[in-house]
């Protein structure tokens, strides 16, 4: 049995998320049996999609028409139903994302196939396919069992530690045909994040709120975030007030971050941000308010003053490293 896993890119760059998909798949192949192939779209390097051996695939079909390097959903679900069928695949793996689930949706139509998103766990195969998802924002799980020959499941990101201690993985070319008609919506410009680390795609992500007290302050999260190589956020109250732009506001009305380890400064915790963040693997809550209620959902919780704990708190940070 082949396990086909479809990898998003970025720049040339495969998504950490994507590599979390593949060594999911690896150890699902491990408890199921069969192999694991990877599905690459658009101008990426031979050496990057060798080094996807190393999180678990044995090898990787790499489609490399230039238009698909953009994300241009019709096209990629063509093209990955096409590998599909070349595998003689039955299961597909992919990382839940923006532009995952759209490409998972129309699979499912074009494969006839049962998908489960927001999954967390490795499937249970001792009597039929069920599958653990994380519903209600993190509040919940269902467990849902698919009936149908061919599956798609979408991983959460973090719900599988990253492997990497496989070997190269074997690149081979693959042609599709793709007509116009699969390329009919044109994607003319991307406004994208910008910072030194995207918050979609950090592993270590730090917010602050309205307890910053004001954007003068914020140089503070700046020499934290650098230290850490973090991404920077905020809550809606203050992109809101201005002090920090729209793109940068973690939450449910704003961007749903899942990194191993999340750091909320002068945060309270309302239900809307924490629905944004319940996916984070460590939760750190600086705040000066004991009763915050962000600290019933933290791992770790410091009651302090910010502007004492994170200038502290980052020279040690720098001393370690």
């Given at each position: 049995m082949s396990i086909l896993v479809y990898l998003e890119q970025s720049e040339g760059n495969i998504k950490k998320s994507s590599l979390e998909a593949v060594s999911y798949a690896k150890a699902f192949s491990e408890k199921a049996g069969g192999t694991v192939t990877a599905v690459a779209l658009g101008t990426i390097s031979q050496e990057i999609l060798a080094a996807v051996g190393s999180a678990g695939a044995e090898k990787v079909l790499h489609i490399a028409d230039d238009q698909l390097s953009e994300g241009t959903v019709q096209a990629h679900a063509r093209a990955v139903a096409s590998a599909f069928e070349k595998e003689g695949a039955k299961t597909l793996v992919l990382a839940k994302s923006s532009l995952g689930d759209a490409v998972a949706a129309r699979l499912a139509v074009i494969l006839n196939a049962g998908l489960v998103s927001n999954v967390v766990e490795l499937p249970d195969i001792a009597a039929g396919f069920k599958v653990r998802r994380s519903i209600y924002t993190g509040k919940a799980f269902a467990d849902t069992s698919l009936l149908t020959e061919n599956k798609i499941l979408s991983v959460k990101k973090n719900a599988v530690d990253l492997r990497v201690d496989g070997g190269e993985a074997t690149v081979e070319?693959?042609?599709?045909?793709?007509?116009?008609?699969?390329?009919?919506v044109k994607i003319k410009a991307t406004d994208k994040m910008s910072g030194?680390?995207?918050?979609?795609?950090?592993?270590?992500?730090?917010?602050g709120g309205r307890g910053m007290k004001g954007p003068e302050h914020w140089h503070l999260l700046e020499d934290l975030s650098k230290s850490l190589g973090a991404a920077l956020g905020c809550s809606k109250p203050v992109s809101d007030l201005g002090w920090r732009p729209h793109h940068e506001h973690v939450g449910q009305t704003g961007i749903k971050v899942s990194p191993s380890l999340y750091i909320a400064v002068g945060i309270s915790g309302a239900i809307q941000h924490l629905a944004g963040v319940n996916g984070s693997r460590v939760i750190v809550v600086i705040n000066n308010d004991p009763e915050a209620p962000f600290f019933k959902a933290a791992d770790y919780g410091i009651v302090g003053d910010a502007f004492d704990v994170l200038p502290k708190l980052t020279e040690a940070i720098k001393a370690i490293k």
């Open positions: 070319s693959f042609e599709v045909a793709l007509t116009e008609e699969d390329f009919r030194d680390v995207l918050l979609t795609e950090a592993d270590i992500v730090v917010s």
